[in-house]
């Protein structure tokens, strides 16, 4: 199968220009002058499908490094299935999806590998690698570490909350960030002090403080900005590289601006809703099935900050200068109804977690129409960064001839209108972006070659997807 897609701006995260792209099979085969001819060859009568993005924006496909797929989680399981998830992916632009296989304690990291393979396999609209959540450090899960790196999981999430479930103390991330100091791996944190919240939402509770809001209020800002400073530092004791997942308070940004700035392989990732929403509006949701319950749609960790105190500009202020690399979603789905309900008259009961993974190029496409980030970083910040950062940049994150071909063509004239009953296709039965609209659209998606959006219609199938096998990150020396 041949396609061109001709007339259209190609833009990458180095520049933008008009071109056109041939894919030759799964790959990138040529970015040609618009309408320029192969030695006299004529391209166009050559090939089997001619896609004209005239108008239209070329870009390569969406490149989500943090999801959670139908992930046990808060006493239920994240509501979208590899299935479901990655075709609202598809739909959405994004063509890569990088997943975490968790280890609970007394599980074993690698039967953990195998058992995402056997979820995700043979399910997947898109392509997808793993990362891998440690929750049990002791020497068996760091010899782990370099077996999975054989596998291509390069990456390693480790959790500074979430005690019994999740947490390592500080001997462990310690012992941890050794192993990837000597093997390469790239170590990422869940950045926020867990006793100190543990505290806060036990005395929540006793005061009679239940309501969705308060998970926001005990979740401070400072617990964020202590455990990211303490990550950190762990991290320049050992020599390990740092990827502080999720960060939604400015003084957490700061942390990791100043170890940037002297010099530490640290990195940090932000997402949708920390450049969108606020404590302030978990505060104000209400409605007339859910009363105050409402605000649980937004129940996430790290938790919405509050819009008076800035966190929000900070974020795409951060995106423009570097200070934060990338967004990822942490794509974590539940229902209200069987699911966030568990938390009625107790928000720590709520099952912690956003869906996004459909809409995360649309808001960042925003981004760019508002003037928060340029054309080439909405680029960067969802598909070339991710692709370096987890080791998979030449395949994934770039239109360039050998790549892999995941194109997306992005038609600023068009309009999407986010909603459950618009253009929603995750397995939840609401939507954390009800009311978004953005001035822009996706019209086709192509995966390793294959149109599988067209016009805004899926036409892959759940077996399109192929695990990437990634390499070390890129931003290491
Ligand atoms: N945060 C979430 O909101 N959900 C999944 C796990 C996490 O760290
Ligand atoms: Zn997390
Ligand atoms: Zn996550």
């Known amino acids: 199968m041949k396609t061109l897609i001709k007339n259209g701006t190609v833009v990458n995260a180095t520049g933008t220009a008009n071109a056109d792209v041939l894919i030759d099979g799964e790959k990138i085969a040529a970015v040609l002058e618009p309408g320029s001819k192969l030695i006299g060859f004529d391209i166009e009568g050559s090939v089997d499908n001619v896609i004209d993005a005239k108008g239209k924006y070329v870009i390569p496909g969406g490149v989500d490094a943090h999801t959670h797929m139908e992930m046990p989680f808060g006493g239920t399981n994240a509501s979208d299935t590899f299935e479901t998830g990655t075709r609202a992916a598809a739909w959405g632009g994004t063509t890569t999806i990088v997943d975490f296989v968790v280890q609970y304690p007394d599980q074993k990291p690698l039967e953990q590998y195998h058992a995402w393979h056997g979820k995700a396999d043979g399910n997947c609209a898109i392509d997808y690698g793993f990362h891998q ?7 068996a ?7 999975l790196i054989k596998e291509g999981v390069t990456s390693f999430k480790l959790f500074m909350a979430y005690k019994g479930v999740f947490l390592s103390d500080d001997g462990q991330i310690l012992r941890a960030f050794q192993k990837g100091a000597e093997n390469g791996a790239l170590m990422m944190m869940h950045a926020e002090n867990g006793a100190v919240i543990d505290v806060l939402v036990k005395q929540a509770i006793e005061a009679g403080n239940t309501t969705p ?19 950190i530092m762990i991290a320049n004791l050992t020599g390990a590289p740092l990827y502080i997942v999720h960060v939604s308070a400015k003084q957490a940004v700061e942390q990791i601006a100043h170890a940037r700035d002297l010099g530490q392989n640290v990195f940090g990732e932000t997402c949708p809703q920390y450049l969108y929403l606020s404590l302030e509006d978990q505060l104000g949701a209400s409605s007339k099935e859910w009363g105050d319950f409402e605000g649980a749609k937004w129940v996430c960790s790290t938790p919405l900050r509050a819009r008076g105190e800035g966190h929000q500009h900070h974020m795409w202020q951060a995106l423009r200068t570097n200070d934060l690399q990338m967004v990822s979603t942490d794509h974590c789905p539940f229902c209200m109804k069987g699911q966030k309900d568990m938390g009625l008259g107790d928000f720590s009961k709520i099952p912690n977690g956003i869906g996004s993974v459909e ?3 649309d808001l960042l496409y925003q981004g760019v129409v508002e003037g928060n980030i340029s054309l080439e970083r909405w680029v960067e910040v969802t598909s070339t960064t991710p692709a370096r950062m987890f080791g998979m940049y030449g395949k994934k994150g770039v239109i360039q001839p050998g790549a892999d071909g995941d194109v997306v063509i992005y038609d600023p004239k068009g ?3 986010i909603g459950l009953n618009k253009t929603h296709h995750m397995n939840m039965d609401y939507s954390a972006w009800e009311g978004f609209e953005i001035d822009g659209h996706v019209d086709t ?5 294959k149109v599988i959006v067209d016009g805004g219609n899926y036409i892959g199938s759940k077996s399109d997807g192929k695990y990437i096998k990634r390499g070390l990150s890129q931003y290491l020396i």
């Open 445 to 449: 998606v192509i995966s390793r070659g």
């Open 213 to 231: 809001y308060y998970h926001g209020l005990t979740r401070p800002w400072q617990a964020e900005e202590e455990a990211t400073h303490r990550a």
């Open 415 to 417: 309009h999407t209108s």
């Open 141 to 147: 899960s760091l010899t782990a570490m370099d077996d």
């Open 359 to 361: 809409h995360r190029m």
């Open 133 to 139: 959540i440690l929750s049990d450090v002791q020497d």
